[in-house]
């Protein structure tokens, strides 16, 4: 292993120190963020049966499910750092992959990681009244975004200084996380003041998307293909879980428009002081969240930069912590400043749609790959192939449609930012040159 040199030629590598464990913590931790403290009672105002809540929660976990098999084929044939990025640049070229990560970088990981950190400061302001939105210290600067950037900031530096502080934090914090959900589920199914549950079916419009997400893990051949289906197993239940206990609190014609259902259902099961153990668990999750969205967007920018699509030094590694530091800095000043303007709810909305498809795509790789690059070795091969893609991939475009039908808006503007990425891609190809992959400088990992 080479240390890190000056300028893009660098062949120096990121070093795989994930292993199961540490890999079913990220995916989990990332997945389990403040959503399933918040969204049911949404769900709710569109769903207003108990049945068909559970049931949109289950199948939202069979089409995970099926996408965890399809990526479990990609992450092992090609377990090279970008994930994703990767993927879509071997099926259909290098303008697909920068796509991908130009909207990753610009709106997708930037605003996540500027949402969740409001996200987790809102929740702060619980114990810590000062923390506000109303609370203003330089024009329109409030405390909650002086917080919510002094998180990004240390988790950055947390990642920055290497791969085993990164991955102690995402799995001390998972695994409270994890307890802590375990915990409401427990006390809410024994000892909790309940009601029944109707599970009179009222049958209503519903879209679910499945999202996942894969690091560098140690004998991905292996591990990788274990930690997505484990890792989607473990999340599954527990949002299957956590919502039977919400039905247990409250039915779901009261759930409408509830956004705090947790601290609602915590509070009508134990009591009004159960409140503060909710929110601490929000803190708790989504902190974890936001750990492992700052770990694993950097390694994106980072494949994008070895094939010179990106800022040169974006490729360097450092060559004491043996991190993509630079992307990481980069990272976080961009998340930083886009939780200062607030405009990233905003942007986000505007490529919930580019997001999705892209997902398409990614699991329509399997396909391609195995009809453009039969000899690839896989060391595992997606089980009910075909049809398990298929599914994934039927779904999803069944939610693009309908997703561009009532959001047609939201739905264009999102494709007019992927769109402002082919003339920047261009010039980063014009001045740098998109290169193929080589052994030489794969996508570093080793």
Do not use: C
């Not at 049931?55 to 939202?60: H, I, K, N, R, S």
């Not at 929740?123 to 923390?131: M, N």
């Amino acid at each position: 292993m080479t240390r890190s040199a000056e300028g893009s030629d660098s062949k120096a590598v990121l070093e795989r120190r994930l292993g199961l464990f540490d890999s079913v913590m990220m995916m989990v931790g990332i997945v389990i963020g403040s959503g399933i403290f918040l969204t049911t009672g949404i769900m709710a105002q569109s769903i207003p049966s108990a049945g068909l809540l559970l049931l949109a929660w289950a199948v939202g976990g069979v089409l995970t499910l099926t996408g965890a098999l399809t990526f479990a084929e990609l992450g092992a044939a090609m377990p090279h750092a970008g994930g994703q990025y990767v993927y879509l640049r071997e099926a259909y070229g290098h303008l697909a992959g920068f796509l991908f990560g130009w909207i990753l970088f610009l709106v997708a990981m930037g605003g996540s990681i500027a949402a969740m950190a409001a996200g987790f400061a809102e929740y702060v302001g619980h114990f810590f009244p000062a923390v506000s939105s109303a609370n203003s210290v330089f024009l329109t600067v409030t405390t909650t975004q002086l917080v919510a950037v002094g998180v990004i900031v240390m988790l950055s530096a947390v990642n920055y200084v290497g791969v085993a502080f990164g991955k102690a934090v995402q799995n001390l914090f998972t695994v409270v996380k994890i307890g802590a959900i375990v915990g409401f589920i427990v006390l809410g199914l024994t000892i909790g003041t309940t009601g029944t549950i109707d599970l009179t079916v009222n049958p209503t419009g519903q879209s679910l998307s499945a999202l996942l997400i894969s690091g560098e893990v140690k004998d991905p051949q292996r591990n990788l293909p274990r930690a997505l289906v484990l890792g989607t197993v473990i999340i599954t239940v527990l949002y299957l879980l956590m919502n039977y206990v919400y039905l247990l609190a409250m039915p779901a014609r009261e759930m409408a428009g509830v956004v705090r259902i947790a601290e609602r259902a915590a509070t009508a099961l134990h009591g009004p002081t159960a409140a503060g153990f909710i929110s601490a668990a929000v803190i708790v999750s989504t902190f974890g969240a936001l750990n492992g969205a700052i770990f694993a967007g950097p390694r994106v920018y980072f494949a994008m930069a070895r094939d010179r699509a990106f800022f040169r030094k974006v490729a360097e590694v450092h060559p004491r912590f043996r991190t993509p530091a630079f992307a990481i800095l980069l990272q976080a000043i961009w998340a930083g400043l886009l939780t200062l303007s607030g405009t990233y709810e905003q942007l986000f909305t505007y490529v919930v749609f580019v997001t999705l498809l892209f997902w398409v795509a990614a699991i329509g790789a399997v396909f391609v790959l195995r009809r453009k690059a039969p000899d690839l070795p896989r060391p595992y091969r997606t089980w009910g192939y075909p049809v398990v893609p298929m599914v994934f991939i039927v779904a999803s475009v069944t939610i693009l449609v309908n997703t561009l039908f009532a959001r047609p808006v939201e739905s264009l503007a999102g494709l007019g930012i992927t769109a402002l990425g082919v003339p920047v891609y261009y010039y980063w190809h014009r001045r740098g040159g998109a290169s193929r992959r080589t052994e030489e400088s794969p996508d570093a990992t080793e």
